[in-house]
């Protein structure tokens, strides 16, 4: 019976040719023998780069719009800026009128009390040369 047993030699020979019985058959399953094969190749390509350029083109809107987005910052900064200038001249202003006001205010009371004490004076005055004049 041994006869009929397959030797090392014979398997070995026996895979060598399924593998290149497989390698036969996938050759000639190849895409690259397809006639279609080259147009779809085409057509991937073509829309690869379709799709960069749309992504490109979307990264440069991005740019476009983050530089419109920092200039329209800037000028609410330099706006608001401005404005709080504004504001602190114009707190300025009403702190130096109500200083000249309040200024104005103390004078006239000084005003008045040397007035008051100017009367007072005369009334003081008149009492006392009326008693001098009737003790005469």
């Known amino acids: 019976m041994r006869h009929k047993e397959p030797s090392l030699a014979d398997r070995l020979?026996?895979?060598a040719k399924a593998r290149q019985a497989l390698i036969e058959k996938a050759r000639a399953n190849a895409p690259a023998n397809d006639p279609g094969f080259a147009?779809?190749?085409a057509a991937r390509l073509a829309a690869?780069?379709?799709r960069e350029a749309r992504e490109a083109e979307r990264r440069a809107a991005k740019r476009a719009e983050k530089a419109r987005l920092a200039a329209e910052a800037e000028e609410a900064a330099r706006t608001a800026a401005a404005a709080r200038q504004a504001e602190a001249e114009a707190q300025e202003a009403?702190?130096?009128s109500a200083?000249?006001?309040r200024a104005a205010a103390?004078?006239?009371e000084a005003?008045?009390?040397a007035q008051l004490e100017a009367e007072r004076k005369a009334a003081r005055d008149a009492r006392y040369?009326?008693?001098k004049a009737r003790k005469r």
């Open 48 to 50: 690869g780069l379709a």
């Open 13 to 15: 020979g026996a895979a």
């Open 106 to 108: 103390l004078a006239e």
């Open 94 to 96: 009403a702190r130096r």
């Open 39 to 41: 147009e779809r190749q």
């Open 111 to 113: 005003n008045r009390a």
């Open 99 to 101: 200083e000249e006001a």
């Open 129 to 131: 040369a009326a008693r």
